[in-house]
């Protein structure tokens, strides 16, 4: 049977930093911005439904939104978010379920990490056996920000204050990870963590490293 891990935390929190870790433990990661990405790709009926209802200004020279111009209109604005949240939360559910079929049946008995910053807010903690949460603290995110995506302070404000707070997160926490640590002690947390949960799901470790 497969087993579903819920990796979730805020915008440039580090879930990918600790989904990389998982992956090299053996983990099969399903990436929730990925089936984002699929849903927003030209010809398909999410596309037309965001363009539908933001307008064909999203939509960049080369025929895709342009998330920029997009975020732009949503961030700071919870009824716009709302909108699109409207169009984008169900079709990324339904993709993700296809995938879990998908990596079940090719794959066997294997633990897979569903990456997705609003696990909570959209309601797919049903999707996972448990739920795992990255933290870290505000400023760190600001600056990870600025510097990863050339955000300015207050286009990174915006995005973070637009998702639920960490403390609020925590609550739903079957695992909890406070990403202001170092990369060796995070790690170290990661691997006690995967070993735990596979004595949980009664599995041999088949970690890589």
Do not use: C
Request: glycine letters at 10%.
């Amino acid at each position: 049977m497969t087993t579903v891990i819920g990796l979730t935390g805020g915008i440039a929190s580090g879930k990918s930093t600790i989904a990389d870790y998982l992956r090299d433990l053996g983990a099969v990661i399903v990436e929730g911005d990925q089936l984002g990405h699929r849903v927003y790709e030209p010809g398909t009926s999410g596309f037309e439904k965001v363009v539908n209802e933001f307008g064909h200004d999203i939509v960049a020279e080369d025929g895709t939104i342009d998330r920029r111009v997009l975020g732009g209109k949503v961030f700071g604005a919870p009824e716009e978010m709302e909108r699109l949240n409207g169009v984008m939360w169900p079709a990324i559910r339904e993709l993700a379920e296809q995938e879990f079929r998908e990596i079940s049946e090719r794959e066997g008995e294997v633990v897979v990490i569903f990456e997705a910053a609003v696990m909570i807010e959209a309601g797919w903690q049903d999707l996972v056996d448990e739920i795992w949460v990255v933290t870290t603290k505000k400023e760190t995110a600001i600056d990870r920000l600025e510097k990863r995506n050339g955000y300015s302070r207050e286009q990174a404000l915006a995005r973070i204050n637009s998702q639920m707070s960490n403390s609020q997160r925590r609550e739903y926490g079957d695992v909890k990870f406070d990403n202001s640590e170092d990369e060796v002690k995070l790690k170290g947390r990661v691997k006690y963590h995967w070993k735990r949960l596979l004595k949980r799901i009664d599995k041999p470790d088949k970690a890589k490293v």
